[in-house]
């Protein structure tokens, strides 16, 4: 059906920006002269940087690593089993499975498979991708499967059967859409989709939230709250812990902005807190995590702090809070996970993991505060994620530890009786023992204080001659921290490549703050860390700048269009992946309004800010830029694929040399929907940026 979305086309061009652009017509994405056009492009980079066997030895080589039986099966519990979803040589698509912790231990555990999405495909001649689940507490017996048709975010959910391993006759059915699902019992869900023309949001997600009884027509669903078409989404959720069961209705304005209404007798009461923090209710507990300096009850509790009180205490009005988490200058907070009786938090310390465990006073016989205890055995240089724990019922909680040359290990404990294990291990990819991991730290051109690692040989000589790849993103408040890559090993490390993560203001890596510093008008603030990065890694003698790359996808693409147009002279090649580029046109494709709170409106007065870093209409025809890979996927329905597009074809049409671009069709905003397609891409920008920086 030809149906006009956000998703899917661009509304009516009426700007004098948008009207003067020669490119234009890119974004019609499916459209089949802009198709023609990639399909052209795409013939043109695979003569020059796939159809050689260098390259199929490099995407080979990143293929073993993703399709390897020897990975670790992340798991999750539900109930008295541990779920896994896996891709492999012989499943590209995949399968959901699950199996027992006992069976887990084991080398080769024993799988129960509940779906496998390759079969799925074949029976029904589609080509979904599993986009996850949600199943049905306490008992598990029914979830809410996710499947896309292309890898984007838009999903068909339908109500699956785990006894029968099947699709519910008759269930729960919802057509592809950028949908939020929560159920509320086995015959009710809170849902909102698209149910026609006005109910999706400037940002193209739910507008409206509604109660869905079983064995009705969607249409007959009771609205629950409808938001205005300026909010970035609205959802409703149940809470069914027994003896705590609660509803909520969660209102986002924009990504950092949102305010949460508890649903009490058909009546909304807010929580009130403010609307750039972030209140999540657990049992007898609220805990608040804010994002700006916040006065209250007598007290002032600053940026990136954690909270606790009672909930019933809050909601009647007492504002009585303990501290949990207080920031410092080396310090933020990058996630917390409850267990049963615990509160485990994860700190980053200039930008390397710690964990401690609070235990909230009743839980401690005679005790009147929280008590704090620090976890040990966090390795140097690491990220130590909680990856799942038993809230509802036990301490349990499993941990990924990780580091750039250490490999993960998955660790279980039970909090109070179980100390960690280890039990899985995944296995090394390269040879790390050749290699060291640095940190260092440079000073941005306002004087802050930026880090960043360094991966390469022991003893490198200083001279300037290594091809070096520096990795950053910098928005949204994502921190980017140690982490194992066996495709980077292979086809950068061990080539000789020297890899660096900058950890740039945008992110997270030291709590609200670090991203604030560099939203809207201080968006140059993040460029500046990033290039300073580079000029540093070419003081110091690692590179220089005919052998120094970059690259960066998404927000991260951003920041390449804009080393790409700011700072040409400090690169030798740019890889540029599913990217904003033109920040004029931004808010009008795929879901760019749902991040205005990051750039700011370019339909404003915001423009005079935003012109200043939009790479499509900064780029200048005498300038000399480093050779680009733009590469980005059709089914991309979060960025899209035009700004790649427009970036690659007014660049060549410019006259610009070694200009690239591929277009991959499937695979959404990740740019590949199986093992094999991620290969391939990760393969591509590997051996082009290789080649380029020699």
Known sequence: MNKLSAQDNPPAATDAAATNDPFLWLEDIHGSRPMNWVKKANAVITKQFVDNA????????????????ARIPDVSRMGDYLYNFWRDKAHPRGVWRRTTLEEYRKATPRWEVLLDIDALNKAEGKRWVFKGAQC????????LLSLSPDGGDAVRVREFDIAGKTFVKDGFDLPVAKSEVDWIDRDHLYVGTDFGPGSMTESSYPRIAKEWKRGTPLSAASTVYEGKPTDLAVNAYHDNTPGFERDFVAVATDFFHSTTYQRVGGKLVKLDVPDDASAAPHREWLLVQIRSDWTIGGSTYPSGALLATKFDDFMAGK???????????HTSLASYSWTRR?????????????????TPPQAIASAAAWKREAMPGAPAMSTISVVDTDPDHSDEYWLDVTGFLTPSSLQRGVLGSVPAETIKQAPAFFDASTFEVTQHFVHSKDGTRVPYFEIARKGIKLDGSHRTLLYGYGGFEVSLQPYYSGSIGRAWLERGGVFVVANIRGGGEYGPQWH???????????????AAVAEDLVKRGVTSAK???AEGGSNGGLLMGNMLTMYPQLFGAIACEVPLLDM??????????????????????DWNFIKTFSPYQNLKKDAHYPPVLFYTATSDDRVGPVQARKM??????????NVWFYENLEGGHGAGADNQQSAHMHAMAYDFLWDQLK
């Open 584 to 605: 004029k046109r931004y808010t009008h494709l795929s879901a760019g309004a749902s991040w205005m709170a990051e750039y700011g409106n370019p339909d404003t007065s």
């Open 547 to 549: 052998h120094l790359g």
């Open 342 to 358: 615990h509160l485990i938090l994860d700190v980053l310390d200039d930008v390397k993991s710690r964990i401690e465990v609070l």
């Open 54 to 69: 260098e390259f199929t030895k490099t995407r080979d080589s990143i293929l073993q690593v993703l399709d390897s039986d």
């Open 516 to 530: 604030q510093a560099a939203l809207k008008a201080n968006r140059p603030r993040a460029y500046e860390d990033f």
């Open 136 to 143: 049905l507490k306490p008992a598990y017996e029914r979830c």
């Open 648 to 657: 690659a074809a007014k660049m060549q049409s410019m006259g610009i040399p």
């Open 319 to 329: 504002r009585e809070f303990t501290v949990l988490f207080k920031p410092d200058a």
